[in-house]
């Protein structure tokens, strides 16, 4: 039902020439290798760290959880379901094809929505940008992973009462703040 809905709404305002020009667009664009800075450099092995801390937490404490852990939790972060233990695995590997999609899609910045046009000009700026974006947004996403299984462990043993009510702000934060900065940088990068 929702896809015939924007279907007839796509239809309706004359997507389809939309499309065309946008994808001529890209096609336009200039392909370029952006290089890593030092800085860049340090979060991409950030990430990569937090990645192999996300399954080094979760395989030294699998053994120790009981049979029935939290697998979900509510908007308090207090959990609401529970069922095997093996189902904490599922973090690490969502949390890790999601780490690996990004990586695998920041190698291609000229395919990525920009808020303007991406000339010959600025493709270097904007490419790095958004490049930079992604991977801060990686590190962030691999962070929440962590704490989750941290808190899930820590829970299911009695060690806590689930999540935290800061829970769900601090994550919203942590993948909000970069998006935030990258947006409101390029607006003053537009006005100069």
Known sequence: MTLMFVSFCSAEHGSTEHSLARKENMEKRPIIKIELTNGDKAVEITGWLLLAGLWTLTGLNYSGLPDEIPVHYN??????????KSGIWMLPVIGTILFIGMTVLNRSPHIFKYPGKITTINAKQQYTSATRLIRFLKVAVVMI?????FKTIQTALGQ????????????LLLLFLPLVIFLSSNKKKDRV
Do not use: C, K
């Open 145 to 149: 992973f962590v704490v989750i299984v």
């Open 160 to 171: 806590a009462a689930g999540m935290g009510n800061m829970f769900l702000p601090f994550a």
């Open 75 to 84: 908007g308090l972060g207090q959990p609401d379901n529970y069922d095997s």
